[in-house]
């Protein structure tokens, strides 16, 4: 039986490009005796890495994963950095209002500019690039529906560009009927930045224990006590559960489900046109197909997203889809060559909003914060959430705190 204090979900099937990947060593030690410390974070994938890098720089901190660090949902990241958000601006401002809608999206922009800044501060090498975003027209919003988002994101004060179907017939050689081109996003290798992240807050004091698993969260006036599989207790005056989309029990998530979505790498050094080199590519349709260069010539593909929490454990279906995502990518780029190397499916989660959600666990007397980064901006919103939830342990709320709760 299922005891622990999050929801058990296998993350990913096949073979991730970034597990083969350098630099992936994280310092970690077996549960021994009993911690006491300021923080607990529940979770050693991109979203704990975070979370405990920020909050090491002043507290001490400890990390629990019941399993590797990096070898949850993060190993199977693509790791477009993108601000923009699942839903586009027009629509989001539809179910939260205009005004929080635009500050989502400006809040999503400084967060990926913020992550440029942790890497360059920490010296995280994990190949970390700036590229533009390029949202192509198809059948979920067509050209008509990305002009008007254009001329909203501009009103937001977002940088971005409209280019209609001639234009992008001559300046990418793309057949679609439009899309929006913005600058400020990332590409970069989710696994390698996570280890970087986690080797900074150890060399902070952070203790990082796996396997250890959570086994309840015993909150009072003065901290929290976890209780764990290793037979050691866990103190801390704050917990903050990053468990991807392994939700914490209790926790309740209206809206939000997890869904299946799948992914594909080629061999190195690719035949591609030479923009793609410094522009990723999504498109507004259901499902999507999304692509990006790699720093070694790969090309990666994915998207396909089923809305099933358990489709990406069949391999079978992996090689369905990836045939299917080889199919679009020809029909959007006929010159393109692609000789698959890799292949991998993982969970994500969605909600309705595609924002995360981030905030105190209600009856938990404001001491344990659960972090779960809905939608394809997964490290864009952890960045997101180690701001908010520091700030909040910090006794210094944030101002945007309450578009995530």
Known sequence: ??????????????????????GLGVPIKPLTAPVAVDVAVVGAGISGAFMARELSRDHSVVVLDRRPPLMGSTIASTALLQWEIDLPLTELAKRIGGRDAARAYRR????????????????????????????????????????????????????????????????????????????????????????????????????????????????????????????????????VFCCGYEFPR??????????????????????????????????????????????????????????????????????AKCRTLEKKLKALLPTVEFEIDYAWAGAFGESSTGLPQIGPVEGMQDRVHAVMGFGGNGITYSVIASQIVSAAVRGRPDPDADLYR
């Open 1 to 22: 039986m299922d005891k622990g204090a999050t929801r058990k979900r296998d993350l990913r099937t096949g073979r991730s490009l970034w597990a083969d990947g350098p």
């Open 108 to 239: 999503s922009f400084a967060a990926v500019q913020a992550l440029k800044t942790i890497v360059e501060r920490d010296r995280i090498v994990c190949g970390l690039k700036d590229r533009a975003s390029l949202y192509l027209a198809g059948d979920a919003y067509g050209h008509r529906a990305l002009a008007a988002e254009t001329e909203a994101r501009q009103a937001a004060g977002l940088d971005c560009e409209y280019i209609g179907g001639n234009a992008l017939r001559d300046r990418f050689g793309l057949e679609r009927t439009g899309a929006i081109l913005s600058p400020g996003s990332a590409v970069g290798d989710p696994a390698r930045l996570a280890a970087g992240l986690l080797r900074r807050a150890a060399s902070d004091g952070a203790l990082i224990h796996s396997p250890v698993e959570v086994l309840e969260a015993l909150p009072d006036p003065e901290g929290v006590t976890l209780t764990t599989d290793a037979g050691h207790a866990v103190r801390a005056r704050h917990v």
């Open 250 to 319: 209790g926790v309740p998530t209206p809206g939000a489900k997890v869904v299946s979505t799948w992914a594909m790498a080629s061999r190195p050094r690719q035949r591609t046109p030479g923009w793609l080199r410094e522009t990723l590519v999504w498109e507004a349709s259901d499902p999507y197909l999304y692509l990006r260069m790699a720093r070694d010539g790969r090309l990666i593909v994915g998207g396909e997203d089923e809305d099933s929490p358990t489709l990406h454990a069949s391999p079978e279906r992996l090689k």
